[in-house]
């Protein structure tokens, strides 16, 4: 299987693609693995070279003691990159893997060529929603806040519709340890880049689902404001939307990296 030795930690990581096409990188959200990111892999396969990876404490990425940082996130990310000898990527991440590009777009611009913000903002939550959500996965483990996490995740008509992408979406939940999930529960809790999001340079597509509780669009929008030359598309999807409207997402990402 393929690892990335970094300093303190074993990042799992996939690549595919045309060997001399330009890199797509794929960040994952809370509570997910690189898996989360299948319904766009045979397009995004065609044109680009994609790799994605587990974060920090997911899927088969080592999960080190927390609290983690949006920034150390970030930083996981360069250390990929330089191991692989990849210099510049389109950046695409959701809700977590969002605030990751952020990051990244704001400290190593000349590392991002092309950045695709998918439901997320500069801030998520309040600090009283994730200590809650630390305690309880803390105290009870996944299964206490699994159910909760998938009525944000996707509308109820999808969930009726659509029980086989549920269930996956469940197991990657259900898989993820208790010490990763509640470490990155921090590093969302911790970051706030609204006073920072307008210094962002890169050519930017903000994409927000139409009925996300989580990060609604008018998180979008506050973005859009303020990226100059970003481009904004709502899709009609709750929080995952890669997942719920998988055809307009690959669709709206495919024709902004194009251009």
Known sequence: MPFLELNDIR??????????????????????????WDPQMDSFSEDFRVLRYDS????????TTGPYKIDQLAEDVLGVLDKLSIQQVHFCGLSMGGMI?????????QRIRKLVLCSTAPKIGSPEIWNTRIETVQKS????????????????????????????????LLDTGVVGYAATC?????????????????????LSGAHDPVTPP?????MAERIRGSQ???LPAAHLSNIEAAEAFTMELSSFLRA
């Open 11 to 36: 990042i799992y990581y996939e690549i595919s693609g045309p060997e001399n096409a330009p890199v797509l990188l794929l960040s994952n959200s809370l509570g997910t693995n690189l898996s989360m």
């Open 56 to 63: 920090r404490g997911h899927g088969r990425s080592t999960a």
């Open 101 to 109: 590009g952020m990051s990244l777009s704001l400290r190593v611009p």
């Open 141 to 172: 483990g996944m299964g206490a806040v699994v159910d909760g996490v998938l009525e944000r995740w996707f509308t109820p008509q999808f969930r009726a519709n659509c029980p086989a992408a549920i269930e996956h979406t469940r197991a990657m």
């Open 186 to 206: 921090a590093a969302i809790r911790d970051y706030d880049a609204r006073e920072a999001i307008g210094k962002v340079k890169t050519p930017t597509l903000i």
């Open 218 to 222: 008018k998180d979008g929008h506050f």
């Open 232 to 234: 904004y598309k709502e």
